[in-house]
C-alpha cells in the first residue's frame, strides 16, 4: 500500500476510532459500578421487613386531585402533589414511640393512631381544628409531635397550605382522645403561610424549644382556591428562586398547662436575609455540626441553592451567618454548600465515616434520569471551627458512595436497621402516578428562559392521568464492603412502586431494631415492622429532661419506661466502643420533609458483645446551661433524667 493510500486510510477510519473509544472510555466513567449476584445474596440476607399498612377510614369518597386556583388548572396534579406526611412518637405515654401522626391527603384528616400490630390501645384521634377559621382552600402538609409546652404532656404542631401551624396542645391527665386536646393558633393573625417542614430546636440555648417553618408558594397566594381570581406565580427560576414564602423563625416564650393549656411564640423578624428567607423550602434540618450545642439550620429548597446557617445566638438573641463552601478549579458549582442549582427535598444528619462529625445526604428532585443532577452527601472534613469564618467545610462525595442517583426523591433517613454500626439510607422517591408520560414536557422545561417559569400558564399541561416518576420503587442502600453503597430494595420487600413523601423512624416495640413508616401520597401508607433475624446488639438511648418545678438529678433507668419528663431535643451522645471506636448522635426535633423520627437515639453494636460502653452525654439543663456527663451503660434500652450539674462534672 502506497504512503498515499495509507494516509487516506488513516483519515478515514481514526476518527471514527477515536470517537468510539472516547465513549467507550465515557462510558465506563459514568457507569455505576454493580453488586455481584452473591454479594446482594448476603447484604439481602441481614434484612427482614413485615409490611402492615395502616387504618383507613371506611365510607368517605377519597380524592386523588386537589381544587386549584383557575390559573393551575393546567398544572393541578402537580400541585396536588404533597400533603401525605408520617409521624413516630409516644403519645400515650407507655414509653415507646409506638404512636402514630398521620395526614392522608386524600381526606386531608389528621390522625392519631397506635402503630399497626402493636395492640389497640385507644381508638384512632381526629385532631379537630373546626374551633378556629378553617375552610376548603386550606390543607395539612406535616404533623410535628413535641412537649411544646413543657408540662410532660406530647402535643402535636400541624402545618399547612394557605394557613399559619396550629398547635393541638394535650390536657394533663387526659385520656388519649379528641377531647384530650385544645387546638390554638401558633400566631396570632390571619395570614395564609404555605409551609412543607418544620423542626423543633433550642436555637438561641435558653433551654426551651423554638421554632423552624419552611414555606414554599408566597406568602397570602390562594393556590388552593378554586374561585379566586387573578395569576398565582409558581418559582421565579429553575435554579435561582428567592420569590417564595418568607421561612421563620419563632422564639419560645411563654407556656401553661392544666384544663385550658397554651404556649406563646414570637417571630424573630429580620434575622434571615431576603434571598435566604425566601427559597422555596420543602425540607428543612436542625443539628449542632460545631459542638457548640446550639444547633445549625440546613434549608433544602427547590428551585435554588440550598443553604446552611451557622448559629452565633446568645439566649434571647438569635444571631445566624450564612455558612458556604468554598470552590475549586475542578470543583462544580452546584457541589459547593450554598451554591448548588437543584432541587432540594429531604435532608437528614448521620456520621458516615466515623470521624467523629455528623455529615448531612440532601434528596434532590432532579436524580431523575432527564434532569442529569445528583443527590447531595455533604461529608464533613473535620474543620468545623471554619464555620466561623462564614466557611462550610462540607466536600460533596454523593457518587464515590453511590448514593448520588435514583429517581425524583423527597425524604431521606440514615439510620442504621441491622445494628451493625453503619447506617443504610432510606430514600422516599416518586412524582405524580398516572398513565401518560409527561416526562419530555417536564425535560423540555428545562430549557425555558426563565424569565417564563414564574407564570403557570407557560408550563406544560400536568394534570390527573399524567405521569411523572409516577412508578419509581423506594430505595433501601446499603454499604458494602468497598465502602460503596447499593440499592437493594427490590431484593428485601421494599421494592414496589409507591409514591412515598415521609419516611419515620423509630424502635416501636423496644426490641433494639429500628422500624419505619412510610406517608404515600393518594395510596394507603404503610409501617414496615423490623424483623431482622441476625441483627448486632444495640445501645438506645431515651433522653429526658424534667418539666418546670420537677428539676431532678440526673438518673438513669434500665430500659424503656413510661413518660416522667419531655425529650431532650438536641442532646448529644458519643458511645465508645471497646476496639476505641466511636459513634455519635444527636436526639432530632424533626428535620427532614414530611416525615419525622422519634426524639430517641438509637446506636448499633454489631458484634461487639455484652461489653459495658463508656457513653459521653451533652445537653442544655433546663435553664440552658451547658452540661456534660460520663456514664457506663450496657447495650440494651436506658431511659435517662438528664438533670442539672455543676460546671465539669
Not at 299 to 325: K, T, V
Amino acid at each position: 500500500m502506497s504512503s498515499t493510500a495509507k494516509y487516506t486510510y488513516l483519515k478515514r477510519y481514526a476518527t471514527p476510532l477515536v470517537a468510539a473509544l472516547l465513549v467507550f472510555a465515557g462510558y465506563s466513567f459514568t457507569a455505576e459500578p454493580a453488586m455481584s449476584s452473591a454479594e446482594r445474596r448476603a447484604a439481602a440476607s441481614r434484612f427482614q421487613f413485615t409490611p402492615l399498612t395502616l387504618p383507613e377510614p371506611e365510607g368517605i369518597d377519597y380524592k386523588s386531585v386537589r381544587q386549584v386556583h383557575p390559573s393551575f388548572e393546567r398544572v393541578s396534579a402537580m400541585v396536588s402533589a404533597l400533603g401525605a406526611a408520617i409521624a413516630l412518637y409516644d403519645l400515650d405515654g407507655d414509653g415507646l414511640a409506638n404512636d402514630l401522626c398521620h395526614i392522608d391527603p386524600r381526606t386531608d384528616h389528621v390522625t392519631l393512631v397506635p402503630v399497626p400490630g402493636t395492640g389497640n390501645r385507644f381508638a384512632p384521634v381526629m385532631l379537630d381544628a373546626r374551633s378556629l377559621p378553617m375552610d376548603t382552600t386550606m390543607a395539612p402538609m406535616g404533623c410535628l409531635p413535641g412537649d411544646v409546652n413543657e408540662d410532660g404532656w406530647p402535643d402535636v404542631l400541624v402545618y399547612y397550605w394557605g394557613r399559619t401551624p396550629i398547635v393541638f396542645l394535650r390536657k394533663p391527665d387526659s385520656r388519649l382522645e379528641g377531647p384530650a386536646f385544645v387546638a390554638q393558633e401558633l400566631v396570632p393573625g390571619r395570614e395564609r403561610w404555605y409551609s412543607n417542614s418544620a423542626a423543633f430546636a433550642d436555637l438561641d440555648g435558653d433551654g426551651h424549644l423554638d421554632l423552624i417553618i419552611g414555606n414554599t408558594s408566597q406568602d397570602g397566594a390562594r393556590i388552593l382556591d378554586a374561585k379566586a381570581g387573578g395569576i398565582e406565580v409558581l418559582p421565579e427560576s429553575r435554579s435561582r428562586a428567592f420569590n417564595g414564602g418568607w421561612n421563620r423563625i419563632l422564639r419560645w416564650t411563654a407556656a401553661s398547662s392544666g384544663d385550658r393549656p397554651s404556649v406563646s411564640f414570637h417571630e424573630v423578624k429580620g434575622l434571615l436575609a431576603e434571598e435566604v428567607a425566601r427559597g422555596w423550602t420543602l425540607a428543612l434540618g436542625a443539628a449542632d455540626l460545631d459542638g457548640d450545642l446550639l444547633p445549625e439550620i440546613y434549608f433544602a429548597n427547590d428551585y435554588g441553592p440550598d443553604r446552611l446557617l451557622h448559629n452565633r445566638s446568645r439566649p434571647s438573641q438569635m444571631h445566624f451567618a450564612l455558612a458556604e463552601g468554598s470552590k475549586s478549579f475542578f470543583t462544580p458549582a452546584s457541589f459547593v454548600v450554598g451554591r448548588d442549582s437543584f432541587k432540594g427535598m429531604g435532608i437528614d444528619f448521620a456520621d458516615m465515616n466515623g470521624d467523629g462529625w455528623l455529615d448531612m445526604y440532601v434528596s434532590n428532585i432532579a436524580a431523575a434520569y432527564a434532569f442529569q443532577e445528583s443527590h447531595l452527601l455533604w461529608m464533613s472534613t473535620g474543620n468545623p471551627e471554619k464555620l466561623q469564618a462564614g466557611v462550610a467545610p462540607y466536600k460533596q462525595e454523593s457518587e464515590r458512595y453511590g448514593l448520588s442517583r435514583s429517581g425524583w426523591a423527597w425524604d431521606a433517613r440514615l439510620a442504621d436497621f441491622d445494628n451493625d454500626g453503619v447506617v443504610e439510607v432510606m430514600q422516599a422517591t416518586g412524582f405524580i402516578k398516572g398513565t401518560i408520560n409527561r416526562w419530555p414536557e417536564m425535560q423540555a422545561l428545562g430549557t425555558v428562559n426563565d424569565t417564563l417559569v414564574h407564570d403557570p400558564r407557560n408550563w406544560p399541561r400536568f394534570r390527573p392521568g399524567d405521569d411523572l416518576s409516577g412508578h419509581e420503587p423506594n430505595c433501601f442502600f446499603v454499604r458494602a464492603n468497598n465502602g460503596r453503597y447499593f440499592d437493594i430494595a427490590r431484593d428485601i420487600g421494599l421494592g414496589g412502586p409507591m409514591v412515598t413523601r415521609g419516611i419515620a423512624v423509630a424502635d416501636v416495640d423496644g426490641d433494639g431494631d429500628l422500624d419505619m413508616a412510610l406517608a404515600n401520597q393518594y395510596e394507603t401508607s404503610v409501617f414496615y415492622r423490623n424483623d431482622n433475624p441476625v441483627a448486632g446488639n444495640f445501645l438506645g438511648l431515651n433522653l429526658l429532661l424534667p418539666v418546670p418545678g420537677k428539676e431532678a438529678a440526673l438518673t438513669t433507668y434500665k430500659g424503656r419506661i413510661a413518660n416522667k419528663g419531655r425529650p431532650a431535643i438536641g442532646a448529644q451522645a458519643t458511645v465508645i466502643l471497646p476496639d476505641g471506636q466511636r459513634r455519635v448522635a444527636q436526639v432530632d426535633g424533626g428535620s427532614g420533609h414530611s416525615g419525622k423520627r422519634a426524639p430517641e437515639l438509637h446506636f448499633g453494636l454489631g458484634q461487639s458483645g455484652n461489653a459495658s460502653l463508656k457513653v459521653e452525654l451533652r445537653w442544655r439543663s433546663m435553664t440552658g446551661e451547658p452540661q456534660q456527663t460520663t456514664l457506663t451503660l450496657v447495650p440494651g434500652w436506658h431511659t435517662i433524667m438528664l438533670g442539672s450539674l455543676k460546671a465539669g462534672t
